[in-house]
């Protein structure tokens, strides 16, 4: 029902731009009660969220599901492009293009985008051989968060395909930060370990 709600307010916010658009006519839209949105999302701004998660959740799990013998920068582009296609990644784009013109939602997308931070953190980790509580595994996380938030910017305007590529340029303006140290026959296992 969230999702739903929450896909409805873009909806609204695309067609009619943020700032036109009310909670009651979300709620009409959405077929609840203005009481029933005013419980889940406080403001306006905080509809976006549910819809927005989503998109970022697939790409978590896209990449922690990636085998660990491809590069790191490999996992996040295949994962990244997962995430983009069908209605989710639509819906993102279409956002994010009104988003360029409503400076209202900049802070709940920014918010987004560091919950995304935290979630693709202990992966990250992982897969660099980082304890997934330092700070270098929260300042890659973070970096990568950056880059994928400048990609989807970027490629709001873009035709669809051109995403994966503008990721591309910010992933490999990180550069050594995403290749894990060279492990001999000898090395020590990872030092984080996901729980199931």
């Given at each position: 029902?969230?999702?739903?709600?929450?896909?409805?307010?873009?909806?609204?916010?695309?067609?009619?731009?943020f700032h036109e658009t009310t909670m009651?006519?979300?709620?009409?839209?959405?077929?609840?009660?203005?009481?029933?949105?005013?419980?889940?999302?406080p403001t306006k701004e905080d509809v976006i969220t549910p819809a927005?998660?989503?998109?970022?959740?697939?790409?978590?799990?896209?990449?922690?599901?990636?085998?660990?013998?491809?590069?790191?920068?490999?996992s996040l582009l295949v994962?990244?492009?997962a995430a983009a296609r069908g209605h989710a990644g639509e819906r993102t784009r279409s956002f994010v293009r009104e988003l360029?013109?409503?400076p209202p939602l900049r802070?709940?997308?920014?918010?987004?985008?560091?919950?995304?931070?935290?979630?693709?953190r202990p992966h990250l980790a992982r897969r660099l051989h980082l304890d997934a509580e330092s700070v270098q595994a929260r300042v890659?996380?973070?970096?990568?968060?950056?880059?994928n938030r400048i990609a989807v910017e970027s490629a709001a305007k873009m035709p669809p395909e051109q995403f994966v590529s503008?990721?591309?340029?910010?992933?490999e303006a990180l550069g050594p930060m995403l290749h894990p140290p060279a492990r001999g026959p000898g090395a020590a296992p990872d030092v984080v370990a996901l729980e199931a």
């Open positions: 029902m969230l999702i739903d709600i929450s896909d409805t307010a873009i909806r609204l916010f695309i067609a009619q731009g009651d006519q979300i709620a009409a839209a959405a077929e609840v009660s203005a009481r029933t949105l005013y419980r889940y999302f927005l998660q989503e998109g970022w959740s697939r790409y978590v799990a896209a990449f922690s599901e990636r085998p660990g013998d491809e590069s790191v920068i490999e994962s990244a492009d360029l013109t409503s802070p709940t997308w920014l918010r987004i985008q560091t919950s995304s931070h935290d979630a693709l890659v996380a973070a970096c990568v968060g950056e880059a503008v990721l591309r340029d910010c992933l």
